[in-house]
Structures are given as structure tokens and as C-alpha cells.
């Protein structure tokens, strides 16, 4: 915690990799770029779960499923945008790290389209995590600390 409060402060001048950039990479503050994050990854979200429910409403429902998951999907990988700019986003998507959150695909059936609804909400958790310092690895201990 204190490396990254050096990096935001400008202290460490040393480690010019990751947080560096990615605070370079914006006009807007650190804490306006993750209130942005925060909200439009929420709203993606909660308008991708609605799609998921609304899957099961009788005749329109597939309709009204593409429409609110696929705007969920895209406000929720917007969110991102926040972090690390559009450019830079979309040439770090491919990456090892988060090539299989990338590639994570939806099927045609009701019961695989909620489990993958499920995954690909996860995996899009995980793909966001990437972008801000030190959060996947406080994510790591704080499972490891609950299942331990």
C-alpha cells in the first residue's frame, strides 16, 4: 500500500511501469477515473443480471435479454475505459492475463446462458481487477483468508 501511495503521489520516481502509465494515460484524477469505473461497471451489471431475469418472461423474453445484457456488457467493458483509456484497453485485452475473460462465449440455451451470465460476469470482474494496482491480489488473500 505505501509503494502505491508513493507511485500516486509522485514520490517514486524509479518504477515508471503499470500505475505510472496508467495514470498518465488521463486528465482526469485517479479517484474520478475509479468513481467512473465504479459506476458504469455497477450499471453494467445490474443491467446484465435484469436481462438475465427477464430471459424467462414468456414470448419476448430472449429479445429483452440481448437488449439489456448486451448493454450491460458494453457498459460494463466501457467501465475499463476509465481506467486505462480506449487505445491502451483495447492493444492490453489480448494480454495472457486476461485473454480467456476475453474470449468467454454465451450459448443458446437457458440453463448454460444463466451459468455463463454468471462466468462471464466473473470474468469480467477479473478483466476489470487487471487495470487497477494491486487488486487482484487483494482480491487473492481476501479468499484465501475467508477459505482458509
Known amino acids: ?4 501511495k508513493k507511485v500516486l503521489s509522485g514520490q517514486d520516481t524509479e518504477d515508471r511501469s503499470g500505475l505510472s ?6 486528465s482526469l484524477s485517479w479517484g474520478t ?10 450499471i453494467g451489471i445490474l443491467c446484465s443480471l435484469l436481462g438475465t431475469l427477464l430471459l424467462w418472461v ?3 423474453g430472449l429479445l429483452l435479454f440481448a437488449v439489456f445484457y448486451t448493454f450491460g ?3 460494463s467493458i466501457g467501465s475499463t475505459i476509465f481506467l486505462m483509456g480506449p ?6 485485452m489480448f494480454e495472457p492475463t486476461r485473454l480467456i475473460a476475453t474470449i468467454m462465449v454465451l450459448w443458446h440455451n437457458k440453463g448454460l446462458a444463466l451459468i455463463f451470465c454468471i462466468l462471464q460476469s466473473l470474468a469480467l470482474t477479473w478483466y476489470s481487477l487487471s487495470f487497477i494496482p494491486f487488486a487482484r491480489d ?10 482458509a
Not at 487505445?87 to 492490453?92: G, I, P, S
Not at 487483494?138 to 477459505?147: D, G, I, P, S
Request: net charge positive; proline share 2%.
Open 21 to 26: 502509465e496508467v495514470v498518465e494515460a488521463s
Open 73 to 75: 456488457n458494453i457498459a
Open 138 to 147: 487483494a482480491v487473492k488473500k481476501c479468499f484465501a483468508v475467508c477459505l
Open 58 to 60: 414468456p414470448r419476448k
Open 33 to 42: 477515473r475509479i468513481k467512473g469505473f465504479i459506476a458504469c461497471f455497477a
Open 1 to 4: 500500500m505505501d509503494k502505491l
Open 87 to 92: 487505445v491502451k484497453q483495447l492493444k492490453r
